[in-house]
């Protein structure tokens, strides 16, 4: 450990590429799933820095190995910890209760022992890949022990945490047992970042009322003791983003072109072609936005005969119960209103259950005329910016949920609650019969909030900050502050 380490270590529950072992026992990788991979792939490839996760199946041990330019560390868990720690205690606790408990979350002493484990694990990972004074920065619900466990064994570290997700009001965070271990966890970090501004205050009001600690404003207090110093920690927003550019240039490229017009034909050339991407989570507002679409055929307000919805609703957490019937009641839906409103040869809803690469979730926000984002609860919502940054026509309407991180930022969308069925489908009627002159005119603002507040602005803003917060342990940190200036 120490000097010969890394200067920026990312931690995270997943590497960005998922591993397995192939039938002759040679290691196989593909991406990962979901925004978080999405959004730090670009900031560590270029870095002088290692990423530590789970390599996505159970009990694989490798030796860190460099994928696009990038150290990945590879963290083991065994069955029974995927059980517990993965789909237990952060998808089945954590990620509904942080979720406006849209799904009722379960509460286990045995899944908390196993969280609070493999924290452990995850924080030694870390302690091993930095160097002294380094940054760490931690990432994600399935982590908030880490920033803590890693402070005590290695307090020369500066520590960032970021929540992908949103941090809820203190009446439904106070639900859970083990708050108070949750908040201490957290508040080993220098820096907590947050995709809003009401998820910082949602946490500083927790940390207000259910510890004895003193906040003021953005900053909580946290006394000297024997071992260690003062200091502060800062709450701050950070909303992240894509790497806007190379998705404008993925979605320009001639192959991306010609495969978004390949895809209007197959579909049978509609007038108009509407979009739903997400992973099949209960978050996302699948149902309630098939549901509106599937009303607006039965009031003929859209002609079958004219209009198709493209749904991607790409595989995820398939063991855990609650995604189980979400998957079971999208799939009753949408084979009754295609039994309902399809013909031979056109189909009202494409269901795909699958997951597909950068090129071709490119091609789909070209071919379609109406992008659907309706979450109940969204961190953020990447896809919402991609879509954008994949319009350089100008063309196109983005039907957004108040609901989402991104609805903050993308003032040119046309924002719904899903809730209000009757509101959305006038929402989704109006996208779809939008004049081409007041599309440019949204689109154009659309793209450039979203081009110029990309990822690497993203990270050069959380990264810079976390900088130059005064060092805990009172020595300077040259290696520390000369790598934050490469970001800026
Ligand atoms: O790793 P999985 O269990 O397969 O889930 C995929 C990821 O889902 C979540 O993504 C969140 O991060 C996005 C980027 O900040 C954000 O736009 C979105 O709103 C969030 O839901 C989760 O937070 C990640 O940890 C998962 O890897
Ligand atoms: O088949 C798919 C479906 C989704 N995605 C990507 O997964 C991310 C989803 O991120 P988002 O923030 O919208 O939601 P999350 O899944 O992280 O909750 C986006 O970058 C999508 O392009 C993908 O690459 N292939």
């Not at 991306?256 to 209007?264: G, L, P, S, T």
Request: glycine share 8%; charged share 25%.
């Amino acid at each position: 450990m120490g000097k010969d380490g890394f200067n920026l270590v990312v931690v995270a529950n997943r590497l960005p590429v998922d591993m397995s072992i192939t039938e002759d026992g040679t290691v196989d990788w593909q991406r990962s799933p979901g925004g978080l991979v999405t959004a730090l792939e670009p900031v560590m490839q270029g870095a002088d820095g290692a990423w530590v996760g789970w390599s996505g199946a159970p009990d694989l041990t490798a030796d860190p190995f460099d994928v696009d330019g990038m150290r990945l560390v590879p963290v083991s868990l065994n069955q029974t910890e995927i059980e517990r720690y993965y789909e237990g205690f952060s998808n089945d606790t954590l990620w509904p209760l942080y979720h406006d408990v849209i799904a009722p979350p379960a509460f286990h002493r045995q899944w908390w022992d196993s969280y609070r484990k493999v924290n452990q694990r995850f924080a030694e990972a870390a302690a091993s890949q930095a160097a002294h004074g380094a940054i760490v920065w931690v990432q994600d619900y399935q982590l908030q022990l880490v920033p803590k466990l890693l402070r005590n064994l290695r307090p020369d570290l500066r520590i960032g945490f970021f929540n992908h997700i949103p941090f809820p009001p203190l009446e439904i965070f106070q639900q859970l047992p083990w708050r108070r271990q949750v908040l201490e966890g957290l508040l080993g970090a220098d820096l907590i970042g947050f995709q809003r501004g009401g998820d910082a205050s949602n946490f500083v009001r927790a940390v207000r009322r259910l510890t004895d600690l003193t906040t003021r404003g953005q900053h909580v207090m946290i006394e000297a003791t024997d071992d260690a110093p003062a200091r502060t920690v800062r709450a701050a927003p950070f909303p992240i983003s894509i790497d806007s550019h190379h998705f404008d240039e993925l979605a320009r490229s001639p192959q991306v072109q010609a495969r978004a017009r390949e895809i209007r034909t197959d579909l049978g050339d509609p007038e108009i072609v509407m979009l739903g991407v997400d992973r099949l989570d209960y978050t996302k507002g699948i149902r309630h936005r098939i549901k509106a679409y599937g009303e607006l055929l039965q009031d003929g307000r859209l002609d079958p005969a004219k209009c198709t919805l493209v749904q991607v609703a790409s595989p995820s957490r398939e063991n855990v119960g609650a995604y189980q019937e979400l998957r079971d009641h999208v799939e009753t839906l949408v084979g009754r209103i295609n039994g309902e409103y399809g013909e031979i040869g056109h189909s009202a809803i494409h269901y795909l259950h699958h997951s597909y690469p950068p090129e071709e979730m490119a091609a789909l926000y070209l071919a379609a005329d109406v992008m659907l984002v309706t979450s109940l609860r969204d961190g953020m919502n990447l896809v919402a910016k991609e879509y954008v940054a994949a319009r350089s026509d100008t063309a196109g309407v983005l039907v957004l949920s108040e609901f989402t991180g991104a609805a903050d930022e993308l003032a040119g969308a046309i924002m719904v609650n899903p809730h209000d069925i009757d509101g959305m489908k006038d929402a989704i009627y109006r996208a779809a019969t939008m004049d081409s002159r007041e599309q440019r005119k949204r689109m154009r603002r659309l793209r450039r909030k979203v081009l110029t507040d990309d990822v690497a602005k993203w990270s050069a803003s959380f990264l810079t900050t976390l900088g130059g917060i005064p060092d805990p342990a009172h020595s300077p940190a040259p290696t520390t502050l000369a790598m934050t200036q490469e970001y800026s």
